[in-house]
């Protein structure tokens, strides 16, 4: 199915996960704080901001400069997917709107992709709270070359979908994926949960999910971004 909005129709919505589905971050923030003191230091506010939004190996090479340690990277990054899965194991809780939204598009019949730069272990742990049947196409940190800011993960997905850049919006909470996501030729719409972000051509922020419905999505079709310019 098909959403019209003016010229353009909605032909499929392209959600990031951490953040803007679950409220995982802070989550995230409890292991990197764990593998932090683990290492012998303590993770500091600006990094951790910094982090939002980035692959695995960029976080944990984040971590490692700002706390100063010498720990081979392997090392760290399997201390950090450890950390992360017994917090995911846990339990994770939707962001507001999240669900309902994600519900909505299914009932608008249109396809959903996941694009995240969490790594496919993990994405499959939150996958138990999300739902891996809400989704027709997953793209996960580990499967593209280039991660978020780049704009290969939501290339890779609408080329997955079969689907040109101006019939999509992506959703997202932070910079990086917001670039990554502009840089696709997506529009986006973001609800920033860790780091502010401003409005700028193709992209729209908005403080909730919650109420959001797929007619609004589509309307936003109108505010899409050349694609290469984000």
Not at 96 to 114: F, R, S, T, Y
Not at 161 to 173: N, T, Y
Not at 189 to 204: N, Q, R, Y
């Amino acid at each position: 199915m098909i959403v019209g909005a003016g010229r353009k129709v909605l032909r499929a919505v392209l959600f990031d996960m951490d953040g803007t589905l679950i409220d995982s971050e802070k989550l995230w923030s409890i292991a990197l704080d764990e593998v932090a003191r683990e290492l012998g230091g303590e993770l500091s506010a600006h990094t951790r901001a910094a982090m939002v939004g980035t692959d695995l190996v960029s976080s944990v090479q984040l971590l490692l400069d700002d706390i100063g340690s010498d720990a081979e990277l392997e090392v760290a990054k399997r201390l950090l997917v450890s950390a992360a899965a017994d917090q995911f194991a846990g339990g994770l809780e939707w962001r507001p709107g999240a669900q309902e939204l994600l519900d909505a598009v299914a009932a608008a019949g249109l396809p959903a992709a996941l694009v995240t730069s969490t790594h496919r272990n993990l994405v499959s742990r939150a996958l138990q709270t999300i739902g891996r049947e809400r989704f027709e196409v997953i793209v996960c940190g580990d499967d593209v070359e280039h991660t978020k800011p780049h704009p290969e993960p939501y290339l890779r997905a609408l080329a997955a979908l079969g689907i040109d850049a101006g019939g999509a919006v992506a959703i997202e909470d932070s910079p990086s994926g917001s670039t990554s996501a502009r840089a696709a030729g997506i529009v986006t719409l973001v609800v920033p949960l860790e780091v502010p972000i401003e409005p700028a051509p193709g992209l729209i922020v908005t403080g909730t999910l919650a109420g959001v419905t797929v007619a609004d999505l589509a309307a936003l079709l109108e505010h899409a971004p050349d694609a290469g310019h984000g």
